[in-house]
Structure formats: structure tokens, C-alpha cells
């Protein structure tokens, strides 16, 4: 089992917004970075732990503690020419993009990137490494179980 923070915009899919949808799952679309896309693709498998995380807004943070709900599959938005997400080097039989589908386990009082900078034991988490802007990172099993531990409140 593996561990993951993934990075979503609030005016995009909230924690709330991901809590309203059926069955508490989206699929994750839209990531357009190689290497998140090489996490989602090659390592990511159903049942891996995924703290969801509210970025590009006022206060962000981790929002809700969520699970890979899905095998990896093709991205539809890369084929979809209104999409602001379509690629034309894509195609059905060779996809460039793909998506995993994230389900909510539980929403949890938000915990701010501030506060994730004040443990020590948090210091080298890849979403608090200066110049980091991955939408997709794996976490190390000890900080999983950090903030799993000591900073989610409920």
C-alpha cells in the first residue's frame, strides 16, 4: 500500500464538492505534469491512501482523507476539443493522460500548510519542498501515520 497527497483547487473540486458527488468519488482528471502522471499510472493502486489537499486558495491544506477507488484509465478530457484539458497528440489508441478515480473516506477540519511546516518530522514531505508544484506526490508511510496520528482532529 501506498500513500499520496493530491492537490485540488476548491473552484474546481472541493472536499465539499467531492462529498456531494455520487458514491463520494471523482475521477482525477486533468493532471497534465509528467511525472504526477507516471505516480497516477504506474503506482497507484486501488486501495492506497490519499490525503486530499485544497490548494491555490486562501488557506491551503489538507482537507479530507480519501482512498484510490480505481485501477489508472484513459483521461477522456485529453480527447474532448472543448475541453481546456484536450491534447491533439493524444488519441484513443496511444492516451497520453490518465485518471484514477479518488473516493471520500472522511472530511476532516482543514490542516494548514502552516501547520504541516512546524513538525520536524513533516521536513521532508515533497508538498513542503520549496519549488514544489505537483498536483500529485507520494508520502513516505511515516508521514502518513504523522498526520494521521497527531494533526488530523475530529
Known amino acids: 500500500m501506498r500513500y499520496w497527497l ?6 474546481d473540486c472541493s472536499i465539499d464538492d467531492l462529498a456531494a ?7 482525477w482528471y486533468g493532471v497534465r505534469n509528467y511525472q504526477a502522471r507516471n505516480f497516477m499510472r504506474d503506482q497507484m493502486r486501488v486501495g492506497d491512501g490519499v490525503l486530499f489537499y485544497h490548494s491555490n486558495c486562501k488557506e ?12 489508472v484509465y484513459p483521461d477522456a478530457t485529453q480527447f474532448d476539443r472543448k475541453s481546456r484539458f484536450f491534447d491533439p497528440k493524444a488519441t484513443p489508441e496511444q ?3 490518465f485518471n484514477v478515480d479518488v473516493q471520500l473516506l472522511r472530511k476532516i477540519p482543514l490542516i494548514a500548510i502552516k501547520e504541516l511546516r512546524q ?3 513533516l521536513a521532508r ?13 507520494p508520502l513516505d508511510p511515516a508521514e502518513w ?5 497527531n494533526l488530523v482532529r475530529d
Open 21 to 27: 458527488m455520487p458514491n463520494q468519488t471523482v475521477a
Open 60 to 71: 491551503p491544506g489538507i482537507a479530507g482523507i480519501a482512498t484510490v477507488g480505481s485501477s
Open 145 to 149: 501515520n504523522f498526520i494521521l496520528k
Open 6 to 11: 493530491m492537490k485540488s483547487e476548491p473552484g
Open 119 to 121: 513538525h520536524p518530522e
Open 95 to 97: 492516451p497520453r493522460w
Open 125 to 137: 514531505m515533497r508538498t513542503l519542498q520549496r519549488g514544489n508544484r505537483l498536483s500529485i506526490t
